[in-house]
């Protein structure tokens, strides 16, 4: 039965976006990733701009960390002069004990400078990982409440890619490679001071290597931005790819799609292979640049000391020290222009966080206003997705609070499209909706969230107790107050009879509920949530027949005190509704009770006698018969990742 209805699923998907869309596959896979209107990246102000807001409340660490790192590093640059002295009081033949003091010297500048190097990386990294906390935070608050719609468009891979690999790529940086960049910076600076300290033309020369090192790094950012930006949107596409065929493998087997998805996941790795292996080609190019201008400094450097020694300007001990400095040069001026490689990467993701981060805020009504009851009342309503053809259109429903409608209709009829748009997970392209007298555009998003329940055939259980995944419709719920829910929908023999009860971790890595298990839950956090209009979208598709009746009580129970929107699985669910609405090619073309509309002898009356043949015609218990009718009758979400909201219900 998956594979039907993933494929009816594609029927509604394909009426929405048009015979040559190219949008989907059979399987409903995206494959052409270019199409998709990503979620927005930042830009370099807009970036900035953030960070410098993050690091407003932060003033005070910032000012504690340089602080300490430049007096460790100004301590470490002595060093080279106290080496260089020791060179002069050999060439003098001071003798041993000239050479104590030195040398004691050295250790406790090495000492020091190992200290504050330590504490002052400590701060660095205290502070990177501050920032990454409060950009975290900001991008998953913004994420959650983005609209399904404009998740939808931009395909799950984007998002999921910038909440793990850009979110690893700049938890990396902050540990490994701002502590690092912090100490090369100073000590570049400081040691350059300290070589025009020992004498001016120390300081030209080492500046000769300069114009090579500038351009090396224009020369790089110039082609390394574009690359890795390119890099972060292709490895959003092989994610993305990832989750489709892996989420619909059951349709990919179904349908023999195998070889289909093994060359877009081919195609899609190949992409982004090309794209780091060009990051890499550019990489390499850098480095070698870099080493021509350590050859040029050093060697300008080691002739202007000769020179210089020669003229009895400096001693040899200076000339040393000079030397020295520069050659201290080589790991901080090559870890930080390295670092380059790793502050793109980091750049990228912190753009792409903050572009979504950044995201206007759902607009909140400033009256307040709050349903009064569960009528919905929908009138002239039209949605069309991107390319504008309608899938529904002048759509009229009036549902009386406390009312049960099932929605019905063949495949593609566009009965999910209305739930999803009834729901708020889509915004109406003309009409207007109003649940309990209110009009939907005065509740805001917020406010239809709380007067509507969506739980679909998918239902996402969360890694963590069974009572804290039930907490997430009601977090002040009590126990009591859980058990009772569950009790309501009939899941508390089995909750209960969990190794640990309540307390037993489910989800990833806990223990593994049933498709009917995790329904139930659904129709418990339902319970709990206690909105006024609850929409079923074949919340019992996926539990078999004996399932399916079980969670249909249950899901009777559930919607007991409230309006119920059924888009029917199984036609007796439709048969034991207060009303029926029939859509067909996005029109609601029939309204009435079971009986009326088998009656009338139109489309309705169609279906049900297509089922009562397909009953007529197996030796099965009736009860299970309408599994062979669930092609007719049977409509499903144009899209899996998009119809089940975060706790399952919506």
């Known amino acids: 039965m998956t594979a039907v209805h993933d494929d009816d699923r594609v029927a509604e998907t394909t009426r929405a976006t048009g015979d040559t869309e190219t949008e989907k596959d059979m399987s409903g896979t995206s494959t052409d990733h270019a199409d998709r209107t990503l979620l927005p990246t930042a830009g370099g102000a807009e970036s900035l701009a953030a960070l410098r807001v993050i690091l407003r409340g932060h003033r005070l660490l910032a000012v504690a960390a340089v602080l300490v790192l430049v007096a460790g590093t100004g301590v470490g640059l002595l060093t080279a002069p106290l080496l260089g002295h020791i060179v002069d009081l050999v060439v003098d033949r001071e003798g041993p004990r000239a050479l104590t003091v030195p040398l004691v010297l050295l250790v406790v500048v090495a000492l020091a400078r190992g200290a504050a190097a330590a504490f002052g990386s400590a701060l660095v990294a205290r502070l990177g990982e501050t920032v990454l906390a409060a950009v975290r935070e900001r991008f998953i608050e913004r994420a959650l409440r983005l609209p399904l719609e404009r998740v939808e468009a931009a395909g799950s891979g984007d998002l999921v890619s910038r909440v793990t690999s850009d979110v690893s790529m700049i938890a990396k940086s902050v540990r490994q490679a701002?502590?690092?960049?912090?100490r090369s910076a100073l000590t570049i600076v400081l040691t350059l001071v300290g070589l025009a300290v020992l004498d001016w033309r120390f300081l030209l020369a080492a500046l000769l290597a300069m114009p090579v090192q500038m351009l090396s790094v224009r020369w790089y950012l110039r082609r390394a931005a574009p690359v890795y930006a390119e890099h972060r949107v292709a490895t959003g596409?092989?994610?993305h790819q990832l989750l489709d065929s892996i989420g619909g493998v059951r349709t990919v087997r179904a349908f023999r799609l195998n070889g289909v998805h093994a060359a877009l996941l081919?195609?899609?790795?190949g992409a982004a292979r090309d794209v780091a292996l060009r990051g890499l080609h550019i990489v390499t190019g850098f480095f070698s640049r870099l080493n021509l201008a350590e050859f040029i400094g050093l060697a300008a450097m080691l002739g202007t000391g000769f020179l210089l020694v020669q003229d009895g300007a400096v001693s040899i001990g200076t000339a040393t020290a000079a030397a020295l400095y520069f050659h201290s040069l080589f790991n901080p001026v090559n870890a930080a222009l390295f670092l380059i490689d790793d502050a793109q990467s980091a750049g990228a993701s912190f753009a792409r966080l903050i572009g979504v981060a950044n995201?206007?805020?759902?607009?909140?009504?400033?009256?307040?206003?709050?349903?009064?009851?569960?009528?919905?009342e929908v009138t002239g309503l039209g949605h069309a997705y991107a390319d504008g053809r309608p899938v529904l259109t002048d759509v009229e429903l009036d549902v009386r609070s406390g009312e049960r409608v099932a929605l019905v209709g063949a495949s593609g009829a566009g009965k999910t499209t209305l739930a999803k748009v009834i729901a708020g997970v889509h915004t109406p392209s003309s009409g207007s909706i109003a649940l309990g007298g209110v009009d939907v555009r005065e509740l805001g998003p917020e406010g239809v969230r709380r007067a509507v329940t969506l739980i679909s055939q998918e239902v996402?259980?969360?890694?963590?107790?069974?009572?804290?995944?039930?907490?997430?419709?009601?977090?002040?719920a009590t126990d009591e107050e859980l058990r009772d829910a569950l009790a309501t929908v009939g899941a508390l023999e089995w909750a209960e009879a969990l190794p640990d009860g309540l307390a037993t971790v489910v989800g990833e890595g806990g223990h593994r509920l049933t498709v009917a298990q995790a329904?139930?839950?659904a129709l418990a956090r339902l319970v709990l949530a206690d909105p006024p209009v609850a929409i079923l979208d074949e919340a019992t598709a996926d539990a078999g027949s004996a399932g399916a009746r079980v969670l249909e009580e249950a899901a009777a129970r559930a919607l007991e005190g409230r309006t119920g929107l059924l888009v029917a699985h199984r036609l007796p669910q439709a048969a034991a509704a207060d009303r029926v609405v029939v859509l067909d090619e996005g029109r609601v073309?029939?309204?009435?009770?079971?009986?009326?509309?088998?009656?009338?002898?139109?489309?309705?009356?169609?279906?049900w006698a297509a089922w009562s043949d397909s009953r007529r015609g197996a030796d099965v218990p009736a009860a299970a018969v309408p599994e062979k009718a669930a092609e007719a009758a049977a409509d499903v979400p144009a899209d899996r990742a998009a119809t089940g909201a975060a706790l399952g219900i919506r």
Do not use: I
Request: glycine residues 8%; negative net charge.
């Open 266 to 269: 081919e195609d899609r790795s």
């Open 519 to 521: 329904q139930h839950l």
């Open 178 to 182: 701002l502590p690092e960049f912090t």
């Open 359 to 376: 995201l206007p805020a759902e607009r909140t009504p400033e009256d307040g206003s709050a349903p009064v009851d569960g009528a919905v």
């Open 460 to 476: 996402h259980v969360f890694a963590g107790p069974l009572a804290e995944d039930l907490r997430l419709a009601r977090p002040e």
């Open 237 to 239: 596409a092989l994610q």
């Open 589 to 607: 073309v029939e309204t009435g009770t079971h009986d009326e509309l088998v009656a009338a002898g139109g489309r309705y009356a169609a279906l």
